[in-house]
């Protein structure tokens, strides 16, 4: 998931969504494939399929399912080759949402996003309404206290090709250009800098506060239901929900 307007919107939702044991593994094994998908099945030469396969092992996430994950992203699986999508939609208050999904068959997965978004509120937008909102960057979470400090931190980000560093209160959220994330990942395990997380993600150019709790319900309703797609790999928004509100809404 890629909500990425706040770090509490993402710790909230993620670690809900992690609660279910099959969900986790869904989501992990999407993570994989993705990654064989766009730098092959060897993750002695893929890092992104590396740290994937790390993550999984760590969830205790059978063999059998990585390496299905990884065949399917490379296309032994499947039944045909997979086709990589870009969906978009605005929930309620505005709010942008870009659908990133992976299929081999497009009318099948158009209609259950269509379907997904508009029983709950949304609107299924045409290609290119949406988008132009969003940048295409590498993004990485670091943990604070496992880190160097800022300014030693920014040196190795600098040099391995990052461009931003943000202060996300509890973690470190490190921006590159996309043709720049392999070098960032490289250069953060040559320092051994564990990464709480790492992805290629569209990252909103600018946020959209929501402040009516019902359109709060109505957003995350729509992301968590296209979340448990079985074709979606991973959902951006550009939604400013307040730390408060989420927390009433999760029951926290």
């Known amino acids: 998931m890629a909500g990425h307007s706040k770090f509490a919107n993402i710790k909230h939702r993620k670690g809900r969504q992690d609660e279910a044991r099959g969900k986790l593994f869904s989501k992990l094994a999407k993570e994989i494939l993705s990654a064989a998908r766009e730098g092959g099945g060897d993750p002695s030469m893929n890092l992104r399929l590396r740290y994937g396969i ?3 092992k760590a969830c205790s996430m059978p063999r059998d ?35 990133e999904a992976l299929t081999d068959n497009r009318n ?5 996003v269509k379907s997904i978004i508009e029983k709950r509120g949304g609107t299924f937008a045409a290609s290119g309404s949406v988008s132009f909102m969003f940048k295409r960057l590498g993004v990485f979470l670091l943990a604070k206290d496992k880190v160097p400090g800022e300014d030693e931190l920014l040196d190795i980000v600098l040099e391995a090709g990052g461009e931003d560093l943000i202060d996300e209160g509890e ?8 043709t720049e994330f392999h ?8 320092k051994s800098i564990a990464l709480e997380d790492s992805s290629i993600s569209w990252i909103p150019d600018n946020s959209v506060a929501v402040n009516a709790k019902e359109d709060a319900e109505k957003i995350l309703r729509i992301i968590d239901a296209l979340e448990d797609c079985d074709d979606v790999t991973k959902v951006s928004s550009n939604f400013d929900i307040p730390e408060a509100m989420l ?6």
Do not use: M, Q
């Not at 927390?247 to 926290?252: N, P, S, T």
């Open 171 to 178: 973690l470190w959220e490190v921006r590159s250009e996309p």
């Open 183 to 190: 070098h960032c990942l490289t250069a953060f395990e040559e």
């Open 54 to 56: 790390d993550r999984a």
């Open 108 to 112: 099948r997965t158009a209609g259950e």
């Open 65 to 99: 399912n990585i390496e299905r994950a990884i065949k399917k992203g490379t296309g032994e699986l499947g039944g045909g080759s997979l086709e990589e999508l870009l969906y978009e939609a605005y929930a309620p208050g505005g709010v942008a949402i870009l659908i």
């Open 247 to 252: 927390a009433e809404i999760h029951g926290d």
